[in-house]
């Protein structure tokens, strides 16, 4: 149950990648603000991530796993009944916040129920997202294809209610920790400081004025830099900060939390814009280019359980410099133009190796920093997926609006490719100089 309820969130996420030309072509706006309903998505699971982690350590996993189906359901509903694209980006956030409390939650249930082995069935985890990733595209084409892109959001609603009732029934209750505080201030200022710089980012790809757009983004980049400085301020200042210093900074946690940030621009991003790629520079249908994110899938589960076997042997870092290499180069590949192959050809090749890559560096990274704090889980599991998510936003909100003022969309997401290839490769010295860990814990 666990896994079907992380399933139905990854699934939502890829399948709505597949279907942005159609929901930018239904609901009007440019592709700067239709890619909105992604990165709001996103922004959500930032803001609910820290919450749902502290929040499953202090009322039980299980309420607050309950909660957040029941939420994500009923926002389901609601995305599939948007009437316009400014309704559905409010809805999207909403989703958002409903995904995120999955994760943390779900994270902590499992390691309740695992104990010495935890290690392992939460490196597991990393199998549940590329099952979804190759699901969720191939829904999403022939839902888009033969349907509407609305279909996508109210296939969730007969899965979630099962999910409601076979989790209130079987799951039993979990232990609960102490009364901790919640940083509503530092979540405030995190998602200010997101929230302004995609609009920054987002103003200057929208086609218009140019006037207008520098001084929105002007604006806009003004407040980011002013809520940047005083979210630093209160990391410091705050004990109870929604990002603690001794969980931001240090040989460990502020070295792996950097890694995350580019993890998620280059890997997260990847499966966002993958399906717009292949459209815009080839001219391939939808279904076949969401495809090309069930392929990296079929990469990613191929190799994912044999990381999580050898994570006691090898420990996390030589796992996860061999996944950023390969993710490298499957980068680089789909960059070029084919090499003696057809266009859906050499896109497979490079989309697979991309997930062979992640197959190998997923788990590892995953369990990368939970053993230097076992007592804070699922707290440390939601500062994962809120700094892999922030990544992801920035790379792909500026990767959207250089593609809206583009002449030569296609060639502009090529050199994209490259960009993220490079930021793989630049993690690489930061995992080497981290210290590596073997065995359960």
């Known amino acids: 149950m666990i896994a079907i ?30 890619s909105w309903t992604i990165t709001v998505y996103a922004l959500g699971q930032i803001m609910s991530m820290p919450i749902a982690g502290k929040l499953s350590d202090q009322f039980g996993r299980k309420t607050i796993f309950l909660v957040a189906i029941t939420m994500f359901t009923l ?14 980006i409010v809805v999207r956030v909403f989703q958002g916040l409903a995904a995120g409390a999955i994760v943390p939650s779900a994270t902590g249930i499992v390691a309740d129920q695992f104990g010495r082995d935890r290690d392992r069935a ?20 022939v839902l888009v294809t033969y349907t509407s892109w609305r279909a996508i959001f ?40 997101l929230l302004s710089t ?11 004025n140019l006037r207008l757009q520098l001084t929105a983004a002007g604006v ?30 240090g040989r460990t946690f502020g070295t792996m939390n950097t890694v995350n940030v580019m993890f998620g621009a280059a890997a997260l991003g990847f499966g966002t814009l993958v399906p717009i790629y292949a459209e815009n520079r080839y001219g391939i249908a939808p279904l076949a280019a969401g495809g090309l994110l069930a392929i990296r899938a079929v990469g990613m589960i191929s190799l994912s359980g044999l990381s999580v076997f050898l994570l006691r042997r090898t420990g996390h870092r030589i796992l996860m410099v061999a996944g950023f290499a390969v993710m490298t180069m499957g980068m680089v590949m789909l960059a070029l133009p084919p090499q003696g192959l057809s266009v859906e050809a050499w896109l497979s090749l490079a989309a697979g190796i991309t997930g062979l890559g992640m197959g190998m560096a997923a788990p590892a990274s995953n369990n990368a920093s939970l053993h230097l704090a076992p007592r804070e889980i699922s707290a ?20 959207t609006a250089l593609l809206s003022v583009s002449a030569q969309p296609g060639i502009t997401q090529a050199y994209v490719f490259a960009v993220f290839a490079v930021i793989l490769l630049a993690a690489v010295p930061l995992i080497l100089s981290m210290p590596d860990h073997r065995g359960s814990w």
């Open 5 to 34: 309820a992380l399933l139905m969130a990854s699934i939502d996420q890829t399948s709505v990648a597949t279907a942005l030309p159609a929901i930018q072509k239904d609901l009007g706006g440019s592709l700067a603000w239709s």
């Open 75 to 88: 926002t389901s509903l609601c995305a599939g009944m948007a009437g316009d694209i400014a309704t559905l």
């Open 122 to 141: 939460i490196g597991l985890f990393t199998s549940i997202f590329p099952i979804g990733a190759i699901i969720g595209p191939v829904v999403g084409g």
């Open 154 to 193: 109210l296939i969730n609603l007969p899965l979630g209610v099962l999910l409601v009732v076979l989790v209130a029934v079987l799951i039993r209750r979990t232990p609960r920790t102490t009364a901790a505080p919640i940083d509503l201030r530092g979540i405030a200022l995190l998602c200010g400081l």
């Open 198 to 208: 995609m609009t920054a980012i987002t103003a200057l790809g929208t086609p218009g």
């Open 220 to 249: 806009a980049g003004a407040v980011a830099a002013v809520l940047c400085w005083r979210f630093l301020r209160h990391a410091r200042r705050d004990p109870a900060a929604v990002v603690p210093m001794r969980l931001l900074r």
């Open 380 to 399: 440390i599991t939601g500062l994962r997926g809120m700094f892999r998510q922030s990544g992801a936003i920035v790379s792909i909100s500026i990767t």
